[in-house]
């Protein structure tokens, strides 16, 4: 199988963002990037069928962020207990918040998706859905563990009890409960979530003659993002 990721998805006519130069849709005075909530609340259906299918089959959490919301606050977004605990804390919250949006920035000027290693350890997909010249927002899933980092987890619980304020025995039990996948499950996770993308949004196509959708080619570089935990 590639390790190459699939691309972020995207509807209809292809843009390409300048280097460091991320714009959010509805910034006032940039009407070039304006998505008006009636034309986004088309696509409310097909976003909620592409996560809510992917859970039942993977069993994993799936969920989509409007991208203003997501780049402008610092919100709790668990994917799972252990991540629920660790962003129950406010050092935890803070780290999740910025890497997710520094990786969130890397997707959309790539036009990829990421995969981001989290500074506690867990492995999430970051997916922007990219609609005409707007990136409407993004979906989240993974929050899994590799084995490697599980085990390091569990070496390192003292550490971690001490860096979040959380029990060494209650962590250690989130840690043992963690999803264990193997690179190439995660892989997988990728191409299956892209098919279920690619097949909602055909639909959607089809029935609003939208003009097509061709995703962007990713790079071998974009399979895992490096970002720095204490960013």
Do not use: W
Not at 62 to 83: D, H, I, Q, S, V
Not at 139 to 156: K, P
Request: hydrophobic share 35%.
């Amino acid at each position: 199988m590639s390790k190459v990721p699939f691309s972020a998805l995207t509807i209809g006519k292809r843009h390409y963002f300048k280097k460091n130069d991320i714009v959010l849709p509805g910034r006032k005075g940039d009407n070039k990037v304006v998505m008006k909530d009636k034309i986004a609340s088309q696509y409310d259906a097909y976003i909620a069928a592409s996560a809510s299918q992917f859970e039942k089959i993977t069993g994993l959490k799936c969920f989509f962020l409007r991208l203003e919301a997501a780049m402008t606050a610092f919100t709790a977004n668990p994917g799972c207990k252990y991540c629920e605990r660790i962003q129950g804390t406010y050092d935890g919250l803070y780290k999740c918040s910025r890497q997710r949006q520094m990786a969130v920035q890397e997707a959309i000027k790539s036009g990829t998706t990421k995969i981001l290693r989290c500074h506690a350890g867990l492995v999430e997909l970051i997916v922007p859905l990219r609609i005409e010249n707007e990136v409407l927002g993004f979906f989240c899933t993974g929050f899994v563990a590799e084995a490697t980092a599980a085990e390091n987890l569990r070496r390192q619980k003292n550490y971690f009890s001490v860096r979040y304020g959380i029990d060494e025995k209650e962590l250690l039990s989130l840690v043992n409960n963690l999803r264990v996948e193997s690179t190439g499950g995660i892989e997988t996770m990728m191409h299956l979530f892209s098919d279920l993308l690619l097949y909602h949004f055909r639909e959607f196509d089809t029935e609003h003659s939208n003009g097509g959708f061709s995703p962007a080619l990713p790079s071998p570089e974009d399979y895992y993002s490096s970002i720095s935990p204490d960013n």
